[in-house]
């Protein structure tokens, strides 16, 4: 009776919650249904794509898709939005406007860049950390830079109006080019053409300063001999069918990127000869006073008479 039992623990242990006890799986994993992962690693032919892409809380799904298929093309690969719809049948509206989510949240950028031959043409650059993001080189002219889309021109489907109140106010508009000569009839013409595109399309209110700003763009445009109904064009086709909510943004993308290239020098046309005028000169038949080449010429009418009696 005096032997103690040696399995026997000298002091009661406390009790485990039930949650806490080591034997015990916690919810989440106790859980059958919800995502599982069957993961292979790549060695060949993959792309390191970041969760703030794959998760972004605010992009929708077609952005981030075609943010990670734009990150894994090599680079020089065309990115512009006739190859992505002839690639994907989502089609070049809402290819656009996914686009432009990923420039607005700074996955996207283009630039303008001048080729050694002399033309300036736009590039594309997908960034994989818009944190980490490069500016455009200080020294570059405004007219090789990248406008940038506006951020604001498309309302991604599904969310709600507390969104725009999260967007910053008072942005700058994107740069626009300047012409080359100031022409205050140049400058005129612009502003009229810019007040009248609320005629063709009620969403083209601009105000004053919007106008002020874009003035000189499209100013830039009638120097090259764009006719004001071929710019008019340009600028209210193929408007985005989910509206505008920066109406002057969108204007001044479209005033930089479409710029076309100056009008191809015209020889001046050769003046024609000026009209020979021959010295005053007498009549020998009858002194009357004439022109002619020829000195001791007779007149038309002692012509005549001398053919006549011949």
């Not at 919810?27 to 919800?34: C, E, I, N, P, V």
């Not at 992962?37 to 799904?61: C, K, M, W, Y």
């Not at 989502?90 to 989510?101: H, K, W």
């Not at 086709?237 to 204007?251: C, K, N, V």
């Amino acid at each position: 009776m005096g032997t103690q039992n040696p399995s026997v623990p000298p002091r009661a242990h406390a009790r485990v919650a039930g949650d806490k006890h080591p034997n015990r799986r916690s919810g989440a994993a106790h859980r059958t249904g919800g995502l599982q992962h069957d993961n292979t690693r790549h060695t060949t032919r993959f792309t390191v794509i970041g969760n703030h892409l794959a998760q972004h809380p605010e992009l929708s799904l077609l952005a981030i898709g075609l943010g990670t298929h734009l990150q894994s093309l090599p680079n020089g690969a065309p990115a512009d939005i006739k190859t992505l719809a002839a690639r994907f049948p989502e089609g070049a509206t809402r290819i656009a406007a996914a686009l432009r989510e990923l420039e607005a949240h700074g996955y996207l950028r283009r630039e303008r860049v001048r080729t050694p031959s002399g033309r300036i043409v736009t590039r594309t650059i997908s960034c994989n950390q818009p944190a980490a993001a490069r500016r455009p080189t200080e020294g570059a002219s405004p007219a090789a830079r990248a406008p940038r889309e506006p951020r604001a021109e498309h309302t991604p489907r599904g969310s709600s109006g507390s969104r725009a109140s999260r967007e910053p106010r008072g942005r700058l508009l994107p740069a626009v080019p300047r012409p080359e000569c100031h022409v205050p009839a140049l400058f005129q013409a612009a502003t009229d053409l810019l007040a009248d595109l609320r005629r063709h399309d009620s969403r083209l209110l601009l105000s004053a300063d919007d106008t002020a700003h874009l003035a000189p763009g499209v100013a830039a445009w009638l120097e090259r001999d764009v006719t004001p109904a071929a710019v008019r064009r340009a600028l209210t086709a193929d408007l985005p069918p989910e509206g505008l909510r920066r109406p002057a943004a969108l204007l001044a993308h479209r005033l930089a990127a479409q710029l076309p290239p100056p009008a191809p020098h015209r020889a001046p046309a050769t003046a024609p000869p000026a009209p020979v005028r021959y010295p005053m000169r007498n009549c020998d038949g009858c002194d009357r006073g004439f022109r002619s080449p020829h000195p001791g010429a007779l007149c038309r009418d002692c012509r005549t008479d001398l053919q006549e009696a011949a």
